[in-house]
């Protein structure tokens, strides 16, 4: 009977246990990103249906940094409540879909945010036509809220302080938001100001809506992973570090290969060309390089994505360089 | 002899250690999940524990007819918010989908042959069509309905429009009591004239106007009363404020899209066993009480409805069940029932999956056992007594 046993432990670490997930993804080919099921400037398919967008473009600098190929990463899409379990489990390798980073979520649920690439706040979307200029004067509208998401709490602990009621209506997804907003089953629909903008640029008459001034929480977004997979972690950390660091010393996709002639020493320690800093993260000694050559910088990542000339029409913000009056930050390359 | 010797050949040792085997054989794949599962949070850093439900929720929930609920409260009462939705769109479900169920599988076997086609079109159409569609379609229907602002009116007190049906909401005075009172005694009373009644029929044959008497003790008497008292009752109408409708009673377009979708699909699979039911009640049953004399209302209602029901009554709490099941398709369009309150949002906001969905399948099971332990009291009610 022990014996049994035995083999049954043995049984049972071999499916629990993981080897690193660096490993596990080098042996697949490929890297499993979990996105949204489709906020345009983020991650939805675009037109030619490859995804594209901030978080899209977050899952394939680490498939450059891993694989040295933008192209090698499955899609994996999740709801707002799919999200976390879909990680647990191992299904999807990160998570780079808007979530925001509390501290019920990376010591509670057992993961690991590796840091922010965007940072936003909850706002509120309304019909202009029904002429209300801020958020205090909601009393007694019925709110589209998308469920399991900390804007949920957001919102009770908002309507609580401010002494006023509403009526919540729970939804799923932002298409389902869009569509009960649209019909007028809700008055309100709140999210990330960044997804109400999303939202607002698909709707056939975007004039029609408004996003009010009041922007009620911190929601710090960024890419997360399991915890306890440290050097798992050091490698999606520092593929988005590595994006914003390009922004910094001002190397994009375009100049990279004159940068590597450049006589700036964390240049040349950026793109691999001093030290051996790809060697500490079991990459390739070019894989910042690769990244800022096939995906770019933070600032173009952002430009083709999110920023002034895209339909989501959103300035930099908190999201500028610290140097440019933001709070974009990302520890020193050395 | 010598097949005495090996154990194997023993039947009854042979089939108890084969038992004995299998059940030792599941237990251990129960314990090896059980602990895998432990591991596995364990080394995730998954907190575990039941603390969780007398944690505030943080979020609201609106739609709880019958608890009040801030976001203040705790996920326990989400709990409880959960299970009396579930249980009020399954209940108020399970009666609609019975009195559907009966009409279609009677009109069905009418001689009427557009009746019975159109029952059959009726039939064949819902229970061929998944439910999860037939729910989402009643919802898109719903939310095309006006919007709030231009709300449909029907006699200045009842308005319709996507956000839900309004209408006023009576309110009861003190003087109410003794009303409620007086119905209680009624039902109690009918219940015994009717025994009295059934047993003076068996000794002398004659009858006595049952249901008028009930009639006259449940309904006449409690209006006089109410207007003796001088109508301790009066209504809240819903009033256009803001963005809504205050005050009144309001039913949700969430709440109505399940209750027709739920008892629209599970109708027709009753009607189906209404009328094999109905069908299994022999032809001469049917030739003799008429030969008798007997009405034709009385045939159906007291010679073949009660052979019929020993055959229909089974599978209708199958079909109960299926339907109070079905009930946690409610996410779909944001229904908030267990599934959707507790099983949902609860688990997501805390991350105790493993907790939440053990407590809302322990209550599923839970509910489920009910209604059998009660059908099943019902049905033996009406088998034949061999006497």
Redesign the interface.
């Known amino acids: 009977m022990k014996k049994l046993l035995s083999i049954f432990a043995v049984v049972a670490f071999a499916f629990s246990a993981h080897a690193g997930t660096l490993d596990d993804v080098k042996n697949r080919g490929f890297l499993k990103c979990g996105v949204t099921t489709g906020l345009a400037g983020f991650a939805a398919p675009d037109d030619s249906g490859e995804w594209a967008g901030l978080d899209a473009d977050m899952c394939r600098a680490v498939a450059v940094a891993v694989f040295g190929d933008r192209s090698k990463v499955e899609f994996i899409t999740t709801t707002g409540k799919s999200r976390f379990p879909t990680l647990a489990s191992g299904e999807v390798d990160m998570l780079a879909r808007n979530t925001t980073w509390t501290i019920s979520r990376d010591v509670n649920l057992g993961f690991e945010f590796v840091g922010v690439n965007f940072y936003d706040g909850q706002g509120f979307m309304i019909p202009s036509a029904l002429g209300v200029s801020s958020a205090t004067e909601l009393d007694g509208a019925t709110v589209c809220i998308q469920t399991g998401t900390t804007t949920e709490l957001n919102l009770a602990d908002f309507f609580r302080l401010n002494g006023i009621s509403y009526e919540a209506l729970p939804i799923e997804t932002n298409d389902e938001g869009k569509e009960n907003l649209f019909a007028g089953r809700c008055d309100v629909y709140t999210t990330d100001a960044s997804g109400l903008s999303s939202t607002r640029a698909a709707a056939s008459n975007p004039d029609k809506w408004v996003v009010l001034p009041e922007i009620i929480s911190k929601e710090p977004l960024g890419p997360l992973v399991r915890h306890g997979d440290h050097q798992w972690g050091d490698v999606v950390r520092w593929s988005l570090n590595a994006m914003i660091i390009a922004e910094e010393l001002g190397v994009t996709s375009e100049n990279v290969d004159a940068q590597l002639g450049s006589n700036v020493p964390e240049v040349l320690r950026l793109l691999g060309v001093e030290g051996s800093y790809g060697e500490m993260l079991e990459l390739a000694p070019d894989w910042a390089y690769q990244i800022i050559k096939q995906i770019g910088n933070y600032s173009e990542s952002y430009e083709a994505n999110v920023g002034p000339d895209t339909p989501l029409e959103i300035a930099r913000g908190l999201n500028a360089l610290w140097t440019q009056g933001g709070i974009l930050y990302a520890p020193p390359f050395r | 002899m010598r097949s005495n010797l090996n154990f194997f050949s023993d039947e009854r040792f042979r089939s108890i250690f084969f038992q004995t085997l299998v059940v030792g054989l599941f237990a251990?794949g129960i314990f090896?999940i059980v602990?895998?599962t432990a591991?596995?949070l364990e080394?995730?850093?998954?907190?575990t524990g039941w603390r969780f439900l007398s944690d505030p929720a943080?979020?609201?929930?609106?739609f709880s007819p019958f608890l009040e609920f801030k976001?203040?409260d705790t996920h326990l009462k989400v709990y409880f918010v959960g299970v009396l939705n579930t249980l009020l769109v399954s209940i108020t479900g399970c009666i609609a989908a019975t009195i559907l169920g009966f009409l279609v599988g009677i009109i069905r076997l009418s001689s009427n042959w557009l009746l019975s086609r159109i029952s059959y079109i009726y039939v064949e159409f819902t229970r061929n069509v998944p439910l999860l569609l037939q729910i989402i379609l009643w919802y898109s229907i719903l939310?095309?309905l006006p919007?709030?602002k231009q709300s449909l009116q029907i006699l200045d007190v009842f308005y319709i429009s996507?956000?839900g049906l309004y209408s006023p909401r009576p309110i009861f005075e003190s003087g109410f009591t003794y009303i409620f009172i007086a119905i209680i005694l009624a039902l109690i009373s009918s219940f015994f004239i009717r025994r009295w009644a059934k047993k003076r029929q068996d000794l002398t044959g004659d009858q006595y106007p049952v249901f008028y008497t009930s009639f006259g003790l449940i309904f006449i008497i409690p209006i006089i009363l109410f207007f003796i008292l001088g109508s301790p009752m009066s209504f809240e109408y819903p009033e256009m404020?803001?963005?809504?409708f205050?005050g009144g009673l309001v039913i949700r377009?969430e709440f109505i899209a399940m209750f027709l979708a739920l008892s629209i699909y599970t109708a027709a699979f009753i009607s189906e066993t209404v009328r094999a039911g109905i069908l299994s009640v022999t032809k001469g049953q049917r030739e003799a009480s008429a030969a008798l004399g007997l009405k034709q209302s009385w045939i159906m209602r007291l010679i073949i409805i009660p052979q019929a029901l020993r055959v229909i009554v089974p599978p209708l709490t199958s079909q109960y069940l299926n339907l109070t099941k079905n009930s946690s398709l409610g996410?779909a369009v944001?229904y908030?029932d267990l599934v959707?309150g507790f099983g949902?949002?609860s688990l997501?906001?805390?991350?105790q999956?493993i907790e939440c969905m053990v407590i809302v399948m322990a209550t599923y099971l839970t509910i489920s056992l009910t209604i059998s332990f009660f059908m099943n009291i019902y049905n033996r009610s009406i088998q034949f007594k061999e006497k």
Request: glycine residues 12%; positive net charge; charged residues 15%.
């Open positions: 251990l090896f602990q895998t591991y596995n080394k995730r850093n998954i907190a943080g979020f609201d929930i609106s976001s203040t939310i095309q919007r709030v996507n956000r404020k803001g963005f809504n205050k377009p996410i944001g908030a959707h949902g949002i997501n906001q805390t991350g999956a």
